[in-house]
């Protein structure tokens, strides 16, 4: 197979590129975006590149390009359509299966928001929406993730909305400023607060607890003692919900790092903070919907509590599409 590279500002100019080159019976076979050459590099814009190949037996001249077909599949590839999503970082399995979905005007000329729409439809199992609060629920993960801030705008946003209590418990032993700054939030609250220094009274706080409990933990490495100690109480105990908090910015192979690290956790959920300092958050979204986990809130910035959302189809969509305005008005199937 004869195999090249084509870097154009946008997947559009790319993919013309191809048939001028290679002809019409080019396959796309990658996408992704790099830094663009020259000035262009230096104030921060992009490329996109595509790796296009084409058999030796295949001739220029017949049909439409075959971009992303694949000889394993009964549903015919929309290349076009799947270079866009490639583009913007959604894996390849996510991205085939929303061109498999659509129509052939919308493969032809989805505009974003019909882009939205179409990968939402793909989301509707790794967003929990608005649920219920268990007994427990307890936020684990590295340090740094913003646990403690997350806690904080998800009981100030209960309170305001709903004028319901949501209790604090702080058991982050190894930080003294965490459990100050939750104190201070639930105070401001108006939330009842515990501290839980130790296992024994992380037990007692959540027997005595009247309300629905955040429990913030400390960030340490999933092998460290204490966190194994406390997967044991909260194994024994009912209603208890685990959320692995992840910065939006981790990349895939991270994310499946961490979430190998944090598998005897057993998470339940998964919070995805600082949604605004990332340029793109499908890497992650792809890892999270390769193994199964869905998500529960979205948060974007330190503002309590409004930088907080609860997780939706449409919202993970608009997440993973943020990048997706390169001036796309159009890809054939």
């Known amino acids: 197979m004869q195999v090249k590279k084509y870097r154009q500002p946008t997947v559009r100019d790319a993919l013309r590129a191809i048939r001028e080159d290679l002809g019409p019976d080019a396959l796309v076979l990658s996408t992704e975006m790099v830094t663009a050459g020259g000035w262009r590099g230096w104030v921060g814009m992009r490329d996109v590149q595509v790796t296009a190949g084409l058999a030796a037996a295949s001739t220029p001249g017949r049909a439409a390009v075959a971009e992303g077909r694949s000889a394993d599949t009964s549903v015919p590839m929309r290349g076009g359509l799947v270079a866009r999503l490639l583009a913007s970082g959604i894996d390849r399995a996510m991205a085939e299966r929303v061109a498999a979905s ?24 790794l967003a929990v929406g608005d649920e219920p609060y268990a007994r427990v629920e307890v936020f684990i993960g590295p340090p740094g993730v913003g646990k403690t801030t997350t806690i904080a705008k998800i009981a100030a946003q209960e309170r305001a909305r709903r004028g319901r209590t949501l209790g604090l418990v702080g058991a982050d032993a190894f930080r003294a400023g965490a459990v100050e700054q939750l104190r201070t939030y639930a105070s401001i609250i108006g939330a009842p607060f515990r501290v839980a220094r130790t296992i024994e009274e992380l037990d007692q706080a959540l027997d005595k607890g009247r309300h629905s409990l955040l429990v913030d933990t400390a960030g340490r490495s999933p092998k460290d003692g ?26 895939a192979a991270t994310a499946r790092r961490v979430l190998d690290a944090y598998h005897d956790a057993r998470p339940d959920r998964v919070v995805i903070s600082k949604m605004d300092e990332a340029e793109t958050v499908a890497p992650l979204l792809g890892v999270l919907d390769e193994r199964g986990i869905p998500v529960s809130y979205l948060t974007t910035g330190q503002r309590v509590p409004e930088d907080l959302d609860r997780a939706t189809p449409l919202a993970l969509a608009v997440a993973m599409l943020r990048d997706g305005e390169w001036g796309w008005t159009s890809a054939a199937c």
């Open 226 to 251: 204490g966190l194994r100690e406390l997967r044991r109480l909260l194994g024994t105990r009912r209603g208890v919900r685990t959320h692995l908090v992840m910065a939006a910015d981790t990349s």
């Open 102 to 125: 659509a129509t052939g005007a919308e493969c032809r000329g989805a505009s974003i928001p019909e882009l939205r729409t179409l990968l939402a439809a793909q989301l509707g199992e």
